[in-house]
T-cell receptor
Framework: ETGVTQTPRHLVMGMTNKKSLKCEQH?????MYWYKQSAKKPLELMFV???????ENNSVPSRFSPECPNSSHLFLHLHTLQPEDSALYLC??????????????FGPGTRLLVL | GQNIDQPTEMTATEGAIVQINCTYQ??????LFWYQQHAGEAPTFLSY????GLEEKGRFSSFLSRSKGYSYLLLKELQMKDSASYLC??????????FGAGTTVTVRA
């Protein structure tokens, strides 16, 4: 059973909607990540937060806005998305981000469909 | 950018052995991970290699050759529940994790 939960599991939204994805980790970790997984493509790292500070923004369009209020919670706010943004959005956490052999643990993902 | 290659699909028979290869070209190397992902579920950690050689964990083993930029995941005594996607991921010199596109393994009875 995963220590990382994500809600909602499925989301359908129009291009003018605003929605938020939520991630919570129960592992006592200090780093959290957002990834995008499209069919037949590698996972793409979007954002990294280490001790609540954003340390990585992998050239993600501004229609995706992350928020990390504390080390256990991570949000991804979505607005004016495009159909090509339809994908599985995965959250992960690790002990910390950076040096060391920290293994990342993933949540089940939110399957997003933009119409 | 980083380049991580693995086969798209593999099929094997229940009870058999399957070897999933992964080759990588990255800016530096700080470890290689294998994850298993069942359809609609979270990727789950399988193994980690940072030194050359073979790491064995029950029915699963992972091998690394840093000089060749090569790893493989060996699945023995295949079971139906092993049908899943297997992701190879490499941590580079900046400690960023880059993933391959995944290998979908189908186990047939």
């Amino acid at each position: 059973e995963t220590g990382v939960t994500q809600t909602p599991r499925h989301l359908v939204m129009g291009m003018t909607n605003k929605k938020s994805l939520k991630c919570e980790q129960h592992l006592g970790h200090n780093a959290m990540y957002w990834y995008k997984q499209s069919a037949k493509k590698p996972l793409e790292l979007m954002f990294v937060y280490n001790f609540k500070e954003q340390t990585e923004n992998n050239s993600v369009p501004s229609r995706f806005s992350p928020e990390c209020p504390n080390s256990s919670h991570l949000f991804l706010h979505l607005h004016t998305l495009q159909p090509e943004d339809s994908a599985l959005y995965l959250c992960a956490s690790s002990q910390a981000a950076g040096e060391g052999a920290e293994t990342q643990y993933f949540g089940p993902g939110t399957r997003l469909l933009v119409l | 950018g980083q380049n991580i290659d693995q086969p798209t699909e593999m099929t094997a028979t229940e009870g058999a052995i399957v070897q999933i290869n992964c080759t990588y070209q990255t800016s530096g190397f700080n470890g290689l991970f294998w994850y298993q992902q069942h359809a609609g579920e979270a990727p789950t950690f399988l193994s980690y290699n940072v030194l050359d050689g073979l790491e064995e964990k029950g029915r699963f083993s992972s091998f690394l050759s840093r000089s060749k930029g090569y790893s493989y995941l060996l699945l023995k005594e295949l079971q139906m529940k092993d049908s899943a996607s297997y992701l190879c991921a490499v941590r580079d010199s900046d400690y960023k994790l880059s993933f391959g596109a995944g290998t979908t393994v189908t186990v047939r009875a």
